[in-house]
């Protein structure tokens, strides 16, 4: 390993940071120690693009952490609908009610007690000591790992417990010894594996800019760029089915809040049934015409009582099927559309007439809220016609 390129490392980076690094993101130079882990944690999984559009929404909202405390959830989710990966949002609001109760509304600076937060891991705890407090913390994200698997020659799948314990303890190292120095050099190694170190097409194996570590990158040196750091090579991502119920009553829909623990947790959705894997040769609806209300309503919602809600539904009509994809999933759902004459009660507090105007007001996922803007949209043409 370079002592050299250890040395060295900190101030060459933040040097190349002064000349090429992104500069004016809204939560750049921010010392609010709340307003850097709001930041943080939309960034995660999330393209800078959008985030460059959000982030200011979400903070014109929510200002402060005991704003963020006090709004029920609902709000937030709302707030938080398409960025994805909600359970980000759910920690949010749990993190920012932890901070109230335990902190007295201070965000520690001590890492070890970020880390200790809802939703907070390690790297997230280093982000948020290091911009907001100055501390001499790590972090340790995947741009960061790509980084110096590259630069240090560090082989192995990241995934490892070992190699990823390498390189924290190699991130560790490499901290400035100057503490003001911490903002601009974690901003720095963000930068840099966002946008010259990535992870198809580095700098270096192009003409067009210089890397600063060329001649110093044992992956570069040994033309493994491509192939550091080794990855383990993933399933295919499974496929399901599922059939929803698309029930209206006038100008309102039945929506049903999802469990926490589901994906798309506490949003509020369609009626669903069960998700059914594909490969065990799943069959749609496709005779929806034969069957009754009844039956449609056992699927999707099998632990209600439902002969009050049959008595003013129309017959069953087969609408889009959409296909949604997650990180590790792939969703098929089949809409059924049913009209209602009546707002018919049901037991659990979990299924909600909600008017379309007031959509805007419920978390609901992204392919559930563009269908449903759709029937809104097509509701006022309707009404101006």
């Avoid at 002064?18 to 999984?45: H, N």
């Avoid at 693009?49 to 963020?68: G, I, N, S």
């Avoid at 990241?158 to 050099?185: C, F, R």
């Avoid at 009546?342 to 105007?357: E, M």
Wanted: glycine share 6%; hydrophobic share 40%.
């Amino acid at each position: 390993m370079s002592e050299a390129l250890i040395k060295h490392f900190a101030t060459k980076l933040i040097a190349w940071h002064g000349k090429d690094g992104r500069q004016g993101l809204p939560w750049q130079s921010i010392r609010d120690p709340y307003a850097v882990w709001v930041s943080e944690i939309m960034l995660q999984q999330t393209q800078v693009a959008t985030v460059l559009e959000r982030y200011p929404r979400f903070m014109k909202r929510f200002p402060t952490v005991k704003k963020l405390a006090a709004a029920p959830l609902d709000d937030v989710l709302a707030e938080w609908a398409g960025l994805g990966y909600y359970t980000r949002a759910r920690n949010l609001h749990a993190c920012a009610k932890q901070v109230m109760e335990e902190f007295g509304g201070k965000f520690p600076n001590d890492p070890v007690l970020l880390e200790q937060l809802k939703g907070i891991g390690r790297s997230t705890a280093g982000a948020i000591a290091a911009f907001a407090f100055h501390e001499r913390a790590p972090i340790l994200d995947a741009n960061v790992k790509r980084i110096l698997a590259r630069l240090f020659g560090v082989d192995g799948a990241i995934q490892e417990k070992a190699v990823n314990d390498d390189l924290w303890q190699l991130s560790k190292t490499l901290l400035p010894k100057n503490t003001l120095d911490m903002p601009v050099y974690t901003q720095a190694l963000m930068d840099f594996g966002a946008t010259w170190c990535t992870s198809r097409k580095p700098v270096c194996l192009s003409e067009a800019r210089k890397c600063p570590f060329e001649k110093e990158c044992q992956a570069n040196l040994s033309d493994q760029v491509l192939l550091l750091p080794r990855k383990v090579i993933k399933a295919k991502s499974p496929e399901f089915n599922c059939d929803m119920l698309l029930l209206r009553q006038g100008d309102s829909v039945l929506l049903q809040r999802r469990p926490e623990k589901a994906i798309w947790g506490g949003l509020w959705s369609l009626p669903e049934s069960a998700w059914i894997a594909k490969e065990k040769n799943y069959q749609s609806l496709d005779n929806a015409v034969h069957l009754t209300a009844k039956e449609l309503f056992t699927l999707v919602l099998p632990d209600e009582k439902i002969s009050g809600a049959l008595k003013g539904c129309h017959s069953i009509e087969r609408g889009l099927e959409i296909k949604h994809v997650f990180t590790h999933r792939r969703l098929w759902m089949q809409i059924w559309h049913v009209t209602s004459d009546s707002t018919v009660k049901f037991a659990s507090d979990n299924l909600k007439w909600v008017p379309l105007r007031q959509l805007g007001k419920y978390g609901l996922p992204q392919p559930i809220k563009l269908l449903l803007q759709g029937l809104s949209l097509a509701r006022d043409d309707d009404l101006r016609n």
